[in-house]
Structures are given as structure tokens and as C-alpha cells.
């Protein structure tokens, strides 16, 4: 099989099902940004530092692979099973953004990203993860979408940040507040 088709190179693409869309359809853009948070939680995964956590990672890109599939599909389409995201997966990232809090020191400021590389990654994909939710939020405006995808990337995102301050601590890195001038 080859790897290109052609079939994209006036600007179209299809989805699961065989529609053709624009490629600036907001489901391609709200797939396309799973697609690069997916792809950043590989770059986190692949730290030394995360090797305690490989298998949670492995798990939260199976879960981004899912939704990005559900996102790719046609709308009515039934011919492609693709399993759903559940509340468990849900409660699973809630319950290690817990563990993590208790271990913490309470936040007075907004925190500046950065400290150490590893940890100025965890930010960028948080914030890539903020922008897939946006995404799907204004696909939801258009299209039905599983209220509960936008759930998890909500909790994904919270659970990025609780997991720069986490390696911030483990690392001895500097954790910088914002602090408004006056």
C-alpha cells in the first residue's frame, strides 16, 4: 500500500465513512489537534524521567487514538466500530490528579512554564490539549459530539499541569509564579 493517494492534494479528505470534507473542516481541525497532542504525549513518554509512567501515557494515547477515531467518523456512520471513551477513563486521570495534589505544595500564583525541558513539554502539551478541547467544543457547535470527549480532554489538561508541578518537584526544577506588575 502506498502511503500517499493523491486524493488530498486539491484540499479534501475523507472521513470514516467515505465523505469528502474540506481539510479545514472543523472535524478534521478538531481530529488533526488530537492527532498532535497524541503526538506530544510520545515525546513526554519517551523521558527517562516518565518511565514510571509509560503505561498511564500508553493508555492516554490509546484514549486520544480513540477519540480521534470517533472524530474522524462520519456522522451516522455504523460500519466502523470504535470503542467509546467511559467515565472510567475519566475518573482514572481524576484520581492520579489527586494523588499527585497531595504531594504538592499549594498553588498562590499562576505558575510561568518552564524550569526544565521536560517540564516546558508537559506545558505544550497542555496547551495543545487545551486547544483540541476548544476544537471539539466548536465542533459540538455544528455536529454531535460524545459530551464525554470533551470531559476527558478537560481532566487531560488539568492532569498536564498537575504533572508539570510533579516533575518540577521531582526534578529540583524552579517553579516561577506569575506575578503581575504593578
Not at 456522522?75 to 470504535?82: T, V
Not at 486547544?131 to 478537560?154: M, P, Q, S, W
Amino acid at each position: 500500500m502506498k502511503i500517499y493517494t493523491k486524493g488530498g492534494d486539491k484540499g479534501k479528505t475523507s472521513l470514516l465513512g467515505g465523505s469528502r470534507v474540506s481539510k479545514a473542516h472543523l472535524r478534521i481541525d478538531a481530529y488533526g489537534n488530537v492527532d498532535e497532542l497524541n503526538s506530544w504525549m510520545g515525546v513526554l513518554r519517551d523521558y527517562k524521567e516518565n518511565v514510571s509512567r509509560n503505561l498511564l501515557f500508553i493508555e492516554i494515547q490509546d484514549r486520544l487514538f480513540t477519540i480521534g477515531s470517533q472524530l474522524a467518523k462520519e456522522p451516522g456512520e455504523s460500519k466502523f466500530p470504535i470503542p467509546d471513551i467511559a467515565e472510567s477513563d475519566v475518573e482514572r486521570l481524576e484520581a492520579t490528579i489527586d494523588e499527585m495534589n497531595e504531594n504538592l505544595p499549594p498553588m498562590k500564583n499562576f505558575i510561568l512554564p518552564g524550569g526544565h525541558q521536560l517540564v516546558s513539554f508537559t506545558h505544550v502539551a497542555r496547551t495543545v490539549c487545551r486547544r483540541a478541547e476548544r476544537g471539539v467544543v466548536a465542533l459540538k457547535e455544528h455536529e454531535e459530539v460524545n459530551d464525554l470527549i470533551i470531559t476527558y480532554l478537560n481532566r487531560l489538561s488539568d492532569y498536564l499541569f498537575m504533572l508539570s508541578r510533579k516533575l518540577t518537584k521531582e526534578l529540583d526544577a524552579n517553579e516561577v509564579p506569575w506575578i503581575p506588575k504593578k
